[in-house]
């Protein structure tokens, strides 16, 4: 039932809000059911129309805020009403959600415009009409999906998004589902995809403990109403808050790929590169640091739940960073740092920075989506330059992975607009000044020196690292001489590609004027929506010296880089120098540090163990003689003689009896009443005819 009023006050422009979800609702209901009559470049056009009506919706929403910073809540329907549980599907437009609608909005518009260009020159592709429809079907709701979660008013509605982006993520890594990562026939990708999909039901499960205990407690799921009753629970439940907050961690290493959930975010790969950027960038991995900072007066009320998450932060930005270093796939490169990166951000929020983190959640949208995005122009642009080579001047018969960085070089010649604009993601990642990605990765770094000294020389050498790895993949792809004919021959990529790259470099380079030292914008934007539920944000001062100790750093691992791999750059089947360096700890790095092979080992492995001895492959004489004549029989026995000797024999007999001798012995009396004389009964009669008269003389 719709409610009867929607909005009361504030200018017009929040009454648009149910447009965020609604233009890629259309936009998914058209290609559905009508994509399979238009033409591909139609369907691409449709979905991006979509998601960039969705931006303009956010961007009125914003402009909107300007003069009413308070927000505003817009009751659409009646959702749930089950005894004290009552959840409307009610929309909250406030600086913090209006953030995550612009980035989500805004970059995934330009994701999806690339998409329209390279889903039509993926080698997979190959005109399969229906796949292209799907694919921008799944596109579109995942916008959907994320402005569900970012908008909403309630925990409740907020997992509604929160599983709809994780059903999307499933569909689109596998969307290859019959291929493998190189495009030949295998399951490799819906591994992947159902990889995704379990890591991420493990950490759903923490997002449900904590609702059912946060109703428990406080009995409301809605923001305001949880938020109001904080500091009452604190001081009678703290355990209660302390709970609901850790469970809630348990959802954001899940959806946010922290420790030790993370293992599902590289693999995420096997999908297309716009779905690489979409996941990795504006969408499904800020989810847990958006969780973290909407429930700010949660954390903020148990100061341990606050130090475990700043911990997990900081320890996944150093592990992933380290396994970033030995990978030679160009995208698993870029994998690992998201997972570096949204270390960041966990450890800012988890520390209550919660401005620094979202200010980093923002610039890395824009330089990591601009990296996926190049390294997806790159692969198409060795794809091509293998596609057009003469067959003497490779073997046919070779395994030709076009991500793998060993194989490329040169390309800065080749393509120079990818060498360009990537250049500005990496330098933007390294936080290299005055490109965004210094000032928001400075400013977590500087609150991180203030509020928990020990995470920030986590996250120190974790920037190290990143400036290293970066630099090394710069000199890897881009310097040197081709070191495979396919990177010789590579082809810059259409403008329906390098035009949303070069609109991204655009706002890697310019982003970290969001939040300058001294003006603070960002800060006093995201003010408004923290302030309401009377938090005070702390505010780390621009310190000089800790930007010099991390630009330094930047440098110094650049020139590393540049050392091992820029000065005299690697030539073909030539080993990585860093391995004769480091020997067995880069060994360890390439291979991911073993994790996937520890959980393989110690889970995957041990419950395939259990599925097999539970299932029909055990032997059956075995299953027979032991499970069911010693265990099923012995127990039935036994619970034979129990039930035979006090319950049956006792209780349902001596009941049964019981009720036999009470109704003989009622009977027995009864049946003196039957004598069989008939002066008897006219002596019966005539008593009951004097006892009625006498009744009614006395009345």
């Given at each position: 039932m719709l409610l009867s009023e929607a909005v009361t006050q504030g200018p017009e422009f929040f009454s648009f809000a149910p447009g965020l979800i609604l233009f890629p609702v259309i936009g998914l209901l058209i290609n559905m059911f009508f994509g399979g009559r238009m033409k591909e470049r139609t369907i691409g056009i449709l979905a991006s129309t979509a998601s960039g009506l969705s931006f303009l919706t956010a961007v009125l929403l914003a402009v909107s805020l300007l003069s009413h910073p308070e927000g505003m809540i817009i009751p659409l329907a009646e959702w749930i009403s089950i005894g004290e549980l009552q959840v409307n599907w009610t929309m909250r437009v406030d600086t913090l959600s209006a953030t995550m609608m612009l980035v989500v909005s805004g970059v995934g518009t330009l994701i999806h415009i690339y998409a329209i260009g390279y889903m039509h020159e993926d080698v997979r592709f190959k005109g399969d009409l229906n796949r292209y429809q799907r694919f921008f079907v799944f596109f579109n709701l995942f916008i959907a999906a994320m402005m569900i979660l970012v908008s909403a008013d309630n925990y409740l509605m907020l997992f509604v998004g929160w599983e709809g982006v994780g059903l999307c993520s499933y569909l689109l890594i596998g969307f290859w589902y019959d291929k493998d990562l190189l495009g030949r026939p295998g399951i490799e990708n819906a591994l992947a995809g159902s990889k995704a999909f379990i890591a991420n039901r493990i950490g759903d499960f923490g997002f449900l403990m904590a609702g059912f205990t946060m109703f428990w407690t406080f009995r409301t799921m809605t923001f305001s109403e949880v938020f109001s009753q904080v500091h009452h629970i604190a001081e009678t439940q703290p355990g209660a808050i302390l709970a609901i907050t850790l469970f809630m961690l348990l959802g954001v290493a899940g959806k946010s790929a922290q420790l030790p959930l993370f293992v599902w975010l590289p693999d995420a790969m096997a999908g297309p590169t716009p779905v690489s950027a979409l996941i990795h960038a504006a969408t499904m991995v800020t989810a847990g640091v958006y969780l973290v900072a909407r429930s700010a007066p949660l954390y903020t009320a148990v100061p341990?739940?606050?130090?475990?998450?700043?911990?997990?932060?900081?320890?996944?930005?150093?592990?992933?960073?380290?396994?970033?270093?030995?990978?030679?796939?160009?995208?698993?490169?870029?994998?690992?740092?998201?997972?570096?990166?949204?270390?960041?951000?966990?450890?800012?929020?988890?520390?209550?920075?919660?401005?620094?983190?979202?200010?980093?959640?923002?610039?890395?949208?824009?330089?990591?989506?601009?990296?996926?995005?190049?390294?997806?122009?790159?692969?198409?642009?060795?794809?091509?330059?293998?596609?057009?080579?003469?067959?003497?001047?490779?073997?046919?018969?070779?395994?030709?992975?076009?991500?793998?960085?060993?194989?490329?070089?040169?390309?800065?010649?080749?393509?120079?607009?990818?060498?360009?604009?990537?250049?500005?993601?990496?330098?933007?990642?390294?936080?290299?000044?005055?490109?965004?990605?210094?000032?928001?990765?400075?400013?977590?770094?500087?609150?991180?020196?203030?509020?928990?000294?020990?995470?920030?020389?986590?996250?120190?050498?974790?920037?190290?690292?990143?400036?290293?790895?970066?630099?090394?993949?710069?000199?890897?792809?881009?310097?040197?001489?081709?070191?495979?004919?396919?990177?010789?021959?590579?082809?810059?990529?259409?403008?329906?590609?390098?035009?949303?790259?070069?609109?991204?470099?655009?706002?890697?380079?310019?982003?970290?004027?969001?939040?300058?030292?001294?003006?603070?914008?960002?800060?006093?934007?995201?003010?408004?929506?923290?302030?309401?539920?009377?938090?005070?944000?702390?505010?780390?001062?621009?310190?000089?010296?800790?930007?010099?100790?991390?630009?330094?750093?930047?440098?110094?691992?650049?020139?590393?880089?540049?050392?091992?791999?820029?000065?005299?750059?690697?030539?073909?089947?030539?080993?990585?120098?860093?391995?004769?360096?480091?020997?067995?700890?880069?060994?360890?790095?390439?291979?991911?540090?073993?994790?996937?092979?520890?959980?393989?080992?110690?889970?995957?492995?041990?419950?395939?163990?259990?599925?097999?001895?539970?299932?029909?492959?055990?032997?059956?004489?075995?299953?027979?003689?032991?499970?069911?004549?010693?265990?099923?029989?012995?127990?039935?026995?036994?619970?034979?003689?129990?039930?035979?000797?006090?319950?049956?024999?006792?209780?349902?007999?001596?009941?049964?009896?019981?009720?036999?001798?009470?109704?003989?012995?009622?009977?027995?009396?009864?049946?003196?009443?039957?004598?069989?004389?008939?002066?008897?009964?006219?002596?019966?009669?005539?008593?009951?005819?004097?006892?009625?008269?006498?009744?009614?003389?006395?009345?």
């Amino acid at each position: 039932m719709l409610l009867s009023e929607a909005v009361t006050q504030g200018p017009e422009f929040f009454s648009f809000a149910p447009g965020l979800i609604l233009f890629p609702v259309i936009g998914l209901l058209i290609n559905m059911f009508f994509g399979g009559r238009m033409k591909e470049r139609t369907i691409g056009i449709l979905a991006s129309t979509a998601s960039g009506l969705s931006f303009l919706t956010a961007v009125l929403l914003a402009v909107s805020l300007l003069s009413h910073p308070e927000g505003m809540i817009i009751p659409l329907a009646e959702w749930i009403s089950i005894g004290e549980l009552q959840v409307n599907w009610t929309m909250r437009v406030d600086t913090l959600s209006a953030t995550m609608m612009l980035v989500v909005s805004g970059v995934g518009t330009l994701i999806h415009i690339y998409a329209i260009g390279y889903m039509h020159e993926d080698v997979r592709f190959k005109g399969d009409l229906n796949r292209y429809q799907r694919f921008f079907v799944f596109f579109n709701l995942f916008i959907a999906a994320m402005m569900i979660l970012v908008s909403a008013d309630n925990y409740l509605m907020l997992f509604v998004g929160w599983e709809g982006v994780g059903l999307c993520s499933y569909l689109l890594i596998g969307f290859w589902y019959d291929k493998d990562l190189l495009g030949r026939p295998g399951i490799e990708n819906a591994l992947a995809g159902s990889k995704a999909f379990i890591a991420n039901r493990i950490g759903d499960f923490g997002f449900l403990m904590a609702g059912f205990t946060m109703f428990w407690t406080f009995r409301t799921m809605t923001f305001s109403e949880v938020f109001s009753q904080v500091h009452h629970i604190a001081e009678t439940q703290p355990g209660a808050i302390l709970a609901i907050t850790l469970f809630m961690l348990l959802g954001v290493a899940g959806k946010s790929a922290q420790l030790p959930l993370f293992v599902w975010l590289p693999d995420a790969m096997a999908g297309p590169t716009p779905v690489s950027a979409l996941i990795h960038a504006a969408t499904m991995v800020t989810a847990g640091v958006y969780l973290v900072a909407r429930s700010a007066p949660l954390y903020t009320a148990v100061p341990d739940a606050q130090s475990v998450v700043a911990w997990v932060g900081g320890v996944t930005a150093l592990f992933a960073a380290t396994i970033a270093v030995g990978q030679t796939d160009l995208k698993k490169v870029l994998a690992y740092s998201t997972i570096s990166q949204l270390g960041f951000m966990v450890a800012a929020v988890g520390m209550g920075a919660y401005v620094a983190g979202m200010f980093h959640l923002v610039t890395h949208a824009f330089f990591k989506a601009l990296l996926f995005l190049s390294a997806g122009s790159i692969i198409l642009g060795i794809e091509r330059g293998h596609h057009h080579l003469d067959h003497g001047d490779h073997n046919d018969e070779e395994v030709f992975d076009p991500g793998d960085m060993r194989l490329m070089g040169g390309l800065r010649k080749r393509m120079p607009v990818t060498f360009w604009v990537f250049l500005v993601g990496a330098v933007a990642l390294a936080g290299i000044p005055p490109l965004a990605g210094f000032f928001s990765k400075d400013e977590i770094l500087a609150e991180a020196f203030q509020l928990n000294f020990p995470v920030y020389i986590l996250l120190a050498i974790a920037a190290f690292l990143t400036a290293f790895y970066m630099g090394r993949q710069v000199w890897l792809v881009f310097f040197g001489d081709p070191r495979h004919p396919a990177a010789e021959h590579a082809e810059e990529s259409p403008p329906i590609i390098t035009v949303p790259l070069i609109a991204l470099a655009v706002l890697a380079s310019m982003g970290g004027m969001l939040n300058l030292p001294g003006v603070h914008t960002f800060t006093l934007w995201q003010e408004h929506t923290f302030e309401a539920f009377h938090l005070h944000l702390h505010h780390g001062e621009f310190n000089p010296w800790i930007a010099l100790i991390s630009t330094g750093l930047a440098v110094v691992a650049i020139f590393l880089a540049w050392l091992l791999y820029g000065r005299k750059p690697l030539e073909e089947n030539q080993p990585d120098p860093l391995r004769k360096i480091l020997g067995p700890v880069f060994t360890g790095m390439n291979r991911k540090w073993y994790v996937d092979e520890i959980y393989e080992t110690l889970i995957i492995n041990r419950y395939i163990d259990l599925a097999k001895f539970l299932s029909i492959k055990v032997d059956w004489d075995f299953w027979h003689d032991w499970f069911h004549d010693k265990v099923i029989a012995a127990s039935y026995r036994q619970g034979a003689r129990f039930l035979a000797g006090p319950i049956d024999l006792g209780i349902i007999d001596g009941i049964s009896k019981g009720l036999a001798k009470f109704f003989q012995s009622l009977a027995t009396q009864f049946r003196k009443l039957q004598t069989g004389y008939v002066r008897n009964y006219a002596l019966a009669v005539f008593a009951g005819v004097v006892v009625i008269l006498g009744y009614l003389i006395l009345q």
